[in-house]
């Protein structure tokens, strides 16, 4: 069964920074790209990030571009997402994703206050 665990949420002053992880089991997580999403409450899930299979390529939303870094370690089977100069707008739940199995996390909550 894949599964898929997001953790590294919480609660940041804004200009803070997190550092979300994602833990893949169970599937070749060196054979599916991987993104990062988000879903603020009464928004739609959009996609925050994506890194290729090899980690070469990746991309980001633009209102995150210039704030926030995709990683992947294929020796731990762990997806990241580095967040910095985090800003209200950033609250959301945010969950990773397995591209070519179509799975998702279960989210980890992210909240930018004061």
């Known amino acids: 069964q894949v599964q898929l665990v997001e953790s590294g949420g919480g609660l940041v002053p804004p200009g803070g920074s997190l550092r979300l992880s994602c833990a893949a089991s169970?599937?070749?997580?060196?054979?599916?790209?991987m993104s990062w999403y988000r879903q603020a409450t009464g928004k739609a899930r959009e996609m925050v990030a994506w890194i290729s299979e090899d980690g070469a390529r990746a991309t980001l939303a633009d209102s995150v571009k210039g704030r926030a870094t995709i990683s992947r370690v294929e020796a731990t089977n762990t997806l990241y997402l580095q967040m910095n100069k985090l800003r209200p707008e950033d609250t959301a739940m945010y969950y990773c994703?397995?591209?070519?199995?179509?799975?998702w996390g279960r989210g980890t909550q992210v909240t930018v206050s004061s």
């Open positions: 169970k599937f070749l997580f060196r054979d599916t790209p």
């Open positions: 994703y397995a591209d070519w199995f179509e799975v």
